[in-house]
């Protein structure tokens, strides 16, 4: 399945999450059936973390690493996003690995107890 992402939203630009949601959901239900899911990030010109964390962040927490890296593949992304794809990927394996001590992390690292 071919899934490109400006044909989800209104213009080629991905800021909030709540434009990733319903994408996500898309994928959700194509990697359910084991499907092949290509994202294609073409002629897309700004992206945020937040909206890369609701489109792609969310599915580590529904599926292994293992899988996603089996089923779900990326295409036409800028050579600019790639870090930020990179950052949300890193994060969110680290986030749904061990959850709780993520935030103590965090918590810890900010001075927010």
Same mark, same amino acid.
């Given at each position: 399945?071919? +899934? ?13 999450? !709540?434009?990733? =949601?319903?994408?996500?959901?898309? +994928?959700?239900?194509? #990697?359910? *059936? ?11 010109? #700004? ?10 962040? *969310? #599915?580590? !927490?529904?599926?292994? !690493?293992?899988?996603? @890296? ?5 295409? =036409?992304? !800028?050579? %600019? ?7 949300? +990927?890193?994060?969110?394996? #680290? =986030? $749904? %690995? ?11 690292? $900010? @001075?927010?107890?």
């Amino acid at each position: 399945m071919d +899934i490109t992402i400006k044909n989800y939203l209104k213009g080629n630009t991905a800021l909030a999450p !709540s434009k990733g =949601y319903p994408i996500h959901d898309v +994928i959700k239900e194509a #990697l359910d *059936k084991r499907e092949l899911v290509y994202l294609d990030f073409k002629e897309m010109e #700004l992206m945020t973390t937040a909206f890369l964390n609701a489109l792609i962040g *969310k #599915l580590y !927490s529904e599926f292994t !690493s293992e899988y996603l @890296n089996t089923y779900l593949k990326i295409k =036409y992304i !800028s050579p %600019s996003d790639v870090p930020l794809l990179k950052k949300v +990927i890193d994060t969110a394996k #680290l =986030y $749904f %690995s061990d959850p709780q001590t993520f935030d103590d992390y965090m918590k810890k690292t $900010f @001075n927010d107890e």
